[in-house]
């Protein structure tokens, strides 16, 4: 046994009481109350934890924190599996169930691994080089199945998810002893303070120890009244100081209930952020570093104080930094048996090397033997030559990484903060403050734990009082050089765990001249994935730097991007799925459609009738069957969602007459007029019917898609260019339902049920608009027509929707009417050559495109849009326009979408056919098309290509019905 | 995310919020030239700097206004009517 549980009373964060058992790929396990998955595992001796993303080599746990690149698993199966979570950060529960990533069939035997043999093939931006001989997209289904990490669950996620907002005069971000200081003391200086830590514990990198001035700090930031949000991780700071931040609130796997309320989702608004979030350890370069054994030293020393786990019995300790010493005492003391310690550096801190710790100044380990477990390493002096021997053998189960300081700058960087280059201890730190943000404790270079108190406690005070901040003491990291590769070796030596970038992948990048780091990046992929590079960043720029003969704060780093740590899409998705996702909007008189057999699809925002089929029938059928009937009798039809807006003021009729292409000034009191609405390019941006209902009083229609943006043109216009206008515009679109009879029958079914006789069609002419009252309900009826019919539009209180219904519906029988849905109306429209604009229009429409040219010339108002009618490429006679097809053979269906065009492709593509049907009343297909020059085509024949087919159709002249347009008038 | 200070609803988040681009824009007459119009309808300056935009509260109270803004710190120099002049000038960095 390498790894191993210690003896009492090592171990501060665990219950040896309370015993809890685990599967680790189907094998059963026992842990600790208060173990992470990866302690559990290391007390089992289990090593081999997962395999890379790329060539599939085998790791194990290499931190204790939420840096951790390797050991990633599985959580769960079914709806509840989450990917790649990090052992190092899974509590452990009874029952929890994991599996490791991206192996098949298993951890130990994957035959994934046979990539590792194929590494030459596979070197930085191998998909731009290699396998391109015969096509990529041969090898691109395989390698994709190679590469990745966990895998997403497919079914909806059982759990919910919540979002809160906050604001705060003051955000501390980070546990530690300097956030808690700093939060104490801007909480006393009488600012509304908040701290978020990530972590279970208060106390930081010092939680774990029994630390009396941390607990002090933790229980006095309590009393102040700061709001504390433990196991809440700060993602991402925003513009104007928006920190993000992703509370835990249930436990990740195990034995849970059917449905458990597991993130919640914080944004807070912070006047001043403080950020206190430590700093990672770097790790060393040397060959081999990957394999399982080789880990952090502090994750180490955390392991066996806090989780009382032993990460092996023999450690060789590589170093670069004075904190490699701290390590090996405190291990030493656990039971670990400390091999040596390899300093890269020529001289070791004084006084070390006479404590009885063997020490190697100026060596590094040059070879690790063990491919799934460590086993030992090759020792050798730095500098000496290619022939300067094997250097010395040393056995060891454990080679611990102590490379360094790297202050986590995230929030800093995100805030638009500066970096420095520390060259003493090879560390970027903030330059300064941030806009709106200012880091104290380790993350801002601070080390020293008494000038970390000190500066975090001035700080907080000065952010409270709107101060300037002091400047932070930067020190006390030790010394440590910039870490560069093992010169002369052959096998890979990672930079990046996580994404399998060894350090000749980045000399291969810049022997390709990438130089830029953020083309390193996108390049090599290093500084990628779930751990975005915590333990991998600083090192790939400094041998980048080191590669390009340039100093690491020339070569700089990449962008901080949020978020630092994964976020569940659970988390980020809130309450806003399934039905909430998108919500829909619903007929004032839904239910009664429901009871009267209506068939709901979704058409834009809303639920409505599509048709209302008999059983038994067809949807293609049903519509026919209503379309004729109207046709022939009469139909009852929902138009609720149009879009209504009411204008009022002394100018509302000069208003409409700069919005719409229509002159609508001109009409009288009870008169309605088509207008098409236009943006200030000239294209068609919406249609619909304005109607007078007094001198300065007008009733607008809009289409049901075109309600908001014809709102919002309108507003903006008003506000911002027409502003010596005075016009009031209510949108009243939820407020009137609309219920449209239509068909030859129409007013003999209105007269039968009730109507007053000036709705009559010989005293209430087509295109008008007229006030009327039905039992003491208000009604504003247009006689207006998109069937082609005789028709009226009854707009009512939407409550007294349904009430019509069932009152028109009693008579239905007397005329042979039916209900009808959109699919008949969308024939019926059809038949009659009127505009969808949306489908038979696009961004480039103009209204000359679609028969409406004449009258603008005339008009005096110098309308939205006008100019723009009169450049060149609006008088191309070749432009597309809006037409009317048939299929010569008078059967074959005319697709929408299909390309109309001399010979199948490739060819010059003439125009598209937008609406397309089976006219119930010609019996044969029809389409409207956009087709260039199609208004001097009349008669010619063209050819309509849709999926490999091509066939040949005429061009027609609209309306295919009733093309003197007698019905309308009834 | 940015927050606005609507001049009817006060300090709201920019997600309520709709811009529209570049204000103070001046719409030529109908007897303006093609290049004169073209110029209208598609040219806009891309400041590193101060930039003058046009912003709506959509989901608020639907009042446009006129707001100052650095392009690069997101800071908010000043917030004005629509029909006010502008009270700093654009300046590119």
Partial sequence: MASRRLGSPAGRWIDRSQPLGFTFNGRRLSGLRGDTLASALLANDVRLVGRSFKLHRPRGVWSCGLEEPSALVDVDEGARRTPNVRASRLVLEEGLSVRSVNCWPGVAFDLGALTGACAALLPAGFYYKTFMWPSWRLFEPSIRRMAGLGRAPTEPDPDHYEEVAAECDVLVVGGGISGLAAAAAAARAGARTMLLTGAAHPGGALAWRADDEAQGLARAVRQLGVRVLMRTLAFGLYNHNLVAACESLAAEGGELPASVLRERLWKIRARRVIAAAGAFERPLLFPDNDRPGVMLAGAAVKYAGAYGVACGRRAVIAANSDSAYAAARELAQSGLEIVAVIDRRSEAPKGETASGLRVVPGAVVTAVAGTRAVQGCRVARLGGGPRSGQGEWLECDLILSAGGLAPAVHLHSQAGGKLRWVSESAMFVPDGAAPGLVSVGACAGVFSRDAALAHATAVGEALAKGAAAPTAPVGGAGRSEPITCVPGRTSAQFVDLQNDVSAQDVALAARENYRSVEHLKRYTTAGMGTDQGKTSNINALVLMGELTSRAPAEVGTTRFRPPFAPVTLGAIAGRRVASLYRPLRELPAHAWHASHGALFETFGDWRRPAAYPLPGESLEAAAQREAACVRHHAGLFDGSPLGKLELFGADAARFLDLMYVGTMSTLAIGQARYGLLLNEHGTIVDDGIVARLGDRHYWVNTTTAGAERTLAAFEEWLQCEFTDLRVLVTPVTSRWGNVTVAGPSAWRWLEASGFEAALAPHSMRHMTLRESALEGVPLRVLRASFTGELGYEINLPADHASALFARLWERAAEVGAVLYGIEALQLMRLEKGYLHVGSDTDGTTLPGDVGFARGIEAKAANFVGRRSLSRPASRDPQRLQLVGLKPVDGRTALHVGAHIASHAPPAAIEGRVTSSGLSPELACPIALALLAGGTQRTGERVQVYHLGVMTEAVVVRTPFVDPQGRRVHG | ?93
């Avoid at chain 2, 300090?11 to 303006?32: L, N, Q």
């Avoid at chain 2, 006129?66 to 960095?93: F, G, K, Q």
Wanted: charged share 20%; with cysteine.
């Fill in chain 2, 1 to 93: 995310m940015m927050q606005l200070e609507c001049p009817c609803c006060g300090r709201r988040d920019e997600s309520e919020f709709v811009c529209a681009g570049t204000t103070h824009i001046a719409r030529p007459p109908p007897a303006a030239s093609d290049a004169q119009w073209g110029e209208y309808l598609f040219f806009r300056d891309n400041p590193k700097g101060v930039h003058l935009e046009r912003w709506r509260h959509s989901y608020g109270c639907g009042l446009w206004f006129n707001v100052a803004r650095h392009t690069v710190t997101h800071e908010i120099l000043a917030v004005y009517a629509m029909t006010d002049p502008p009270p700093l000038p654009a300046v590119a960095d």
